[in-house]
């Protein structure tokens, strides 16, 4: 049997043993050097930005008001940082559709409208047709 004196030695020992396993300090392998290039970012401004999620989807418009589209996707370029917008031109709930790619940089966006100025249904037709990789 143990004495009043054991269980309190044991939980103290116990406790000494995990907090010897915690440690307070950051955990790296030994030789193993890690550097992350950190940008600052307006996070107020950005908060004012467009998320792809509602834009994705929209309806982009010419300069005259007409519907030329609407927005299917954007994809950033292997080794690029500038995304490309993929429009679908034509067809009838994504039958008959087609994909075309255009610089994201071209759409001009604001809280209502996607406009893509001077274009043309006609004109984003006759553009090859963008097919996404199979995976």
């Known amino acids: ?6 269980r309190p030695l044991i939980v103290a020992a ?8 915690v440690s307070t300090g950051p955990l790296l392998a030994q030789g193993t050097s890690q550097t ?5 970012i307006d996070i107020q401004k950005l908060a004012t930005g467009f998320r792809a999620s509602k ?12 519907k030329i589209g609407t927005l299917d996707d954007l994809i950033l370029e292997p080794n ?13 709930l994504g039958v008959g559709d087609h994909l075309v790619a255009v610089p994201f940089s071209s759409l001009t966006i604001n809280k209502e409208k996607i ?3 001077r274009a043309t249904k006609e004109e984003l037709k006759a553009l090859p047709e963008f097919k996404y990789a199979s995976s």
């Not at 049997?1 to 054991?6: G, V």
């Not at 116990?14 to 396993?21: E, F, I, P, R, S």
């Open 1 to 6: 049997m143990h004495s009043k004196l054991t």
């Open 14 to 21: 116990a406790a000494l043993a995990v907090g010897g396993l």
């Open 36 to 40: 992350v290039a950190i940008a600052r």
């Open 55 to 66: 834009l994705i989807g929209g309806t982009v418009v010419n300069h005259a008001g007409d």
């Open 80 to 92: 690029a940082n500038t995304p490309v917008a993929i429009l679908s031109i034509g067809g009838f």
């Open 115 to 117: 406009v893509l100025p």
